[in-house]
């Protein structure tokens, strides 16, 4: 085990990352233990942080395998080899997309708790996670940044393969990853303490961040 919780994640990605202290950056969750790992940083570099909802989406043999995922505004990223592997179709992904843009805005809405929009464009972003397993949901949030015309794209991760960071690297401008096992199986693998994320963690997380608590 690599980290002891989420939080020790953040101080430890915190000691790579002093580049952006106190700079114009927005610290990026990813819902819902990303979240965490971000606060952590947020705490560390008096910034607050923002929260992204990103939705994977399951394969049919096994919901735990992302054969892509949905980012805000209908964004999405599908591995289409991978998801034909599995017996995913067109008809299969298109309605999963469609289920899970609604979830994504029911859940923004219940973070965001009235305050309004973040603005990204022209921003230095840092995205943030707990881990990343396939990299679905980062490639769904960095296409949705792109949208969203940021002036950099930052990722931070605790862990993440050596295959995912060799797929993730060319497409922001800077990709920080503490671990890279060969051994990789899942996130929880390399934490101590690895408790499923409630929303009411994230909603008072976000809470106490001076900015608004989402972004659009």
């Known amino acids: 085990m690599s980290f002891t919780d989420r939080q020790q994640a953040g101080e430890r990605l915190a000691e790579k990352l002093t580049a952006y202290r106190g700079c114009d950056a927005v610290l990026l969750g990813l819902a819902r233990g990303g979240v965490v790992v971000a606060s952590t940083l947020a705490s560390r570099f008096r910034q607050s942080t ?19 995922a949905v980012a805000p505004d209908g964004v999405s990223y599908v591995d289409w080899r991978l998801g034909h592997r599995t017996g995913a179709d067109e008809h ?19 973070y965001r ?28 949030a960095i296409k949705w940044l792109r949208v969203k015309k940021v002036k950099k794209i930052v990722v ?47 909603i008072k997380l976000l809470a106490l961040s001076n900015q608004p608590s989402a972004v659009s």
Do not use: H, M, W
Not at 52 to 66: M, N, T, Y
Not at 117 to 129: A, G, N
Not at 194 to 199: A, G, K, R, S, T
């Open 113 to 140: 708790k009235g305050k309004r929009p973040y603005q990204l464009r022209d921003k230095t972003v840092i995205v943030v996670d707990d881990g990343a397993a396939t990299g679905a949901t980062l490639e769904a």
């Open 92 to 110: 299969f992904i298109r309605t999963q997309i469609t289920e899970l843009n609604d979830q994504i805005r029911q859940k923004t809405l219940l």
């Open 156 to 202: 931070a991760l605790p862990v993440a393969p050596p295959d995912v960071v060799a797929r993730i690297k060319p497409e922001v401008s800077e990709l920080v990853v503490l671990e890279t096992p060969n051994d990789f199986q899942s996130v929880g693998q390399y934490y101590q303490k690895f408790p499923q994320v409630e929303d009411g963690e994230v």
């Open 50 to 68: 923002d929260v992204c909802v990103v939705k994977k989406i399951g394969s049919p043999v096994d919901a735990e395998l992302a054969i892509g």
